[in-house]
T-cell receptor
Framework: GEDVEQSLFLSVREGDSSVINCTYT??????LYWYKQEPGAGLQLLTY?????DMKQDQRLTVLLNKKDKHLSLRIADTQTGDSAIYFC????????????FGKGTMLLVSP | DAGVIQSPRHEVTEMGQEVTLRCKPI?????LFWYRQTMMRGLELLIY????????DSGMPEDRFSAKMPNASFSTLKIQPSEPRDSAVYFC??????????FGSGTRLTVV
């Protein structure tokens, strides 16, 4: 199966919270990342979490990591239409340097 | 810093022609990556360099693809001859010591 899996699509109303989920298979993953891709643009790093952390909060973004279940989530509070984009989960497999493995991305659509 | 700069933004070419994509990484970054993005396969790592040296090119689809990094501020990805199935968005990314990639805006390649 895929190393990193995400649901393909999420639709929410403006002002609601969005939760984007990701599962990964490699228990040795040390860093987990969330990237955002707006139409016609490259991927932009949103946030990341070390594998020894359970949670990280950054303004409207909350990342939760369940290492036992190899499950990562990104919660966006008070979702805005400008948050509409594709969100990619990524993992790096080793400590120190390694390449990132990306999921296929979740398209978030925020309606007014 | 202007970020990772890719050119051209769009390229339309006829099957059999040579295509060259260009990338200028962020100054001081020691890793450079070439990715290809398609709807079917998502983001695929083609090749990456460390200090201008190719480290892993196992993702390069076939011998028609080649990449070079003659110096720390420039890399090219060449496809010769191009085929319609090469149509995709090609991204370049750079990083410092492998943490947190910065992506360029991509080159949308269409081979007709």
């Amino acid at each position: 199966g895929e190393d990193v899996e995400q649901s393909l699509f999420l639709s929410v109303r403006e002002g609601d919270s969005s939760v984007i989920n990701c599962t990964y298979t490699d228990s040795s993953s040390t860093y987990l990342y969330w990237y955002k891709q707006e139409p016609g643009a490259g991927l932009q790093l949103l946030t990341y979490i070390f594998s020894n952390m359970d949670m990280k909060q950054d303004q409207r973004l909350t990342v939760l990591l369940n290492k036992k279940d190899k499950h990562l989530s990104l919660r966006i509070a008070d979702t805005q239409t400008g948050d509409s984009a594709i969100y990619f989960c990524a993992e790096s497999k080793e400590s120190g340097y390694s390449t990132l493995t990306f999921g296929k991305g979740t398209m978030l659509l925020v309606s007014p | 810093d202007a970020g990772v700069i890719q050119s051209p933004r769009h390229e339309v070419t006829e099957m059999g022609q040579e295509v060259t994509l260009r990338c200028k990484p962020i100054s001081g970054h020691d890793y450079l990556f070439w990715y290809r993005q398609t709807m079917m396969r998502g983001l695929e790592l083609l090749i990456y360099f460390n200090n201008n040296v190719p480290i892993d090119d196992s993702g390069m689809p076939e011998d028609r693809f080649s990449a070079k990094m003659p110096n720390a501020s420039f890399s090219t990805l060449k496809i010769q001859p191009s085929e319609p199935r090469d149509s995709a968005v090609y991204f370049c990314a750079s990083s410092l010591s492998g943490y947190g990639y910065t992506f360029g805006s991509g080159t949308r390649l269409t081979v007709v």
